[in-house]
């Protein structure tokens, strides 16, 4: 069988397991009771939908191998030339120098789990597959340009769900059309990329969109829930967001620091914050968020929800929230 057929009987398959799943509605009986659309606990109906997107992920790859697949076949028969030297000139992918495997490793090394010579092969690796994705993607960019190529799928909505925002931190107007739930770690780095946004933002839509803080304190050091504890008596003496901000800059410092110090560095009253992080209060707020994050199937930071609907963020972070914004507006 060609690859070509074989990408088409793969594409069949995947199309029909999709309308398969779809027609089927979930449900399940325990203790008694029958849980069914709506009715499905929360974690298990983001769980559920996030099964739709990787399905969906997966129909979209499909149907990009079969075009680039079609593509490289049709230009090697009008240029007579074996299709293998068409697939080398557009994805031979280059084995990185060490030059570039030692600059990518100093760059990254807050966040390698071993020295460079452990990780030389796993980076190596990694920067194949992004050279090799980007190539792709410069081919799916020639076929929309050449073909008029262009994808039809249908993308699954995350079900709508009740998140708490009243007592939590928030920025901009309290009555906005459009309310941003974030859940955040404040030893991730993507939620410190994710503070900038946010406040940018903010800046752009004014009154019109509210931007909730949540904690989700998911770090194994623990250093987060202490930041965040932090963060809650700061709240307290009215400087919730000076404080956010500054333990996203010092960051990289989390583990050498105390909340403590965050607050000296603000000019808070030290006392007042002391007793407020040796409170229960305290404790329990930041475990209660967490504990909400769980129930709502979240297993990730930056969580983003958008009046109540979790939205999945890839790459660039701010367009795609303000493509989420706009359309709640609209």
């Known amino acids: 069988m060609s ?23 979930p449900g399940f009986r325990y203790g008694g009771e029958v849980y069914a659309g709506k009715k499905l606990p929360t974690a298990l109906q983001q769980k559920l939908f996030e099964l739709e997107v990787q399905l ?6 499909a149907v990009d191998e079969y075009a680039i697949e079609r593509y490289m076949t049709e230009r090697a028969e009008r240029e007579k030339r074996p299709l293998s030297e068409i697939q080398n000139e557009l994805f031979a992918i280059p084995d990185p120098d060490d030059e570039t495997l030692k600059s990518f490793y100093d760059a990254n090394q807050a966040r390698i789990p071993g020295s460079f010579e452990e990780m030389k092969g796993q980076i190596a690796d990694y920067l194949r597959s992004q050279l090799r994705q980007r190539r792709v993607s410069a081919v799916l960019d020639l076929l929309k340009k050449e ?8 993308e699954p909505e995350a079900p709508i769900v009740e998140v708490a925002t009243k007592g939590y931190p928030f920025k901009g107007n309290a009555d906005a059309k459009v309310t941003i739930v974030e859940f955040a770690d404040y030893q991730c ?18 009154d019109k969109i509210r931007v909730v803080f949540r904690d989700f304190p998911v770090n194994r050091s623990g ?3 202490k930041v965040a504890e932090g963060a809650v008596c700061a709240e307290e003496q009215g400087r919730f967001w000076d404080f956010h901000d500054l333990a996203f800059e010092r960051q990289s410092y989390l583990k050498a620091i ?18 407020c992080l040796g409170k229960e209060t305290t404790r329990t707020r930041v475990s209660a968020s967490l504990e909400e994050g769980r129930a709502l199937g979240i297993s990730a930071t930056p969580t983003f929800y958008i009046n109540g609907r979790q939205l999945h963020a890839h790459g660039d972070l701010e367009p795609v929230l303000t493509e989420a914004i706009e359309r709640a507006l609209r």
């Open 3 to 25: 690859l070509a057929r074989a990408l088409v009987s793969s594409l069949l398959l995947i199309l029909l397991s999709a309308n398969t799943i779809a027609a089927e509605s």
């Open 56 to 61: 969906n992920q997966q129909r979209r790859q």
């Open 147 to 154: 073909k008029g190529y262009e994808v039809y799928l249908t």
């Open 189 to 206: 780095p993507h939620c410190k990329d994710a503070a900038g946004v946010m406040n940018n933002l903010v800046k752009r839509y004014g």
């Open 223 to 225: 250093i987060s829930r």
């Open 258 to 275: 105390t909340p403590a110090q965050l607050a000296e560095e603000l000019g808070l009253d030290l006392p007042r914050f002391e007793a």
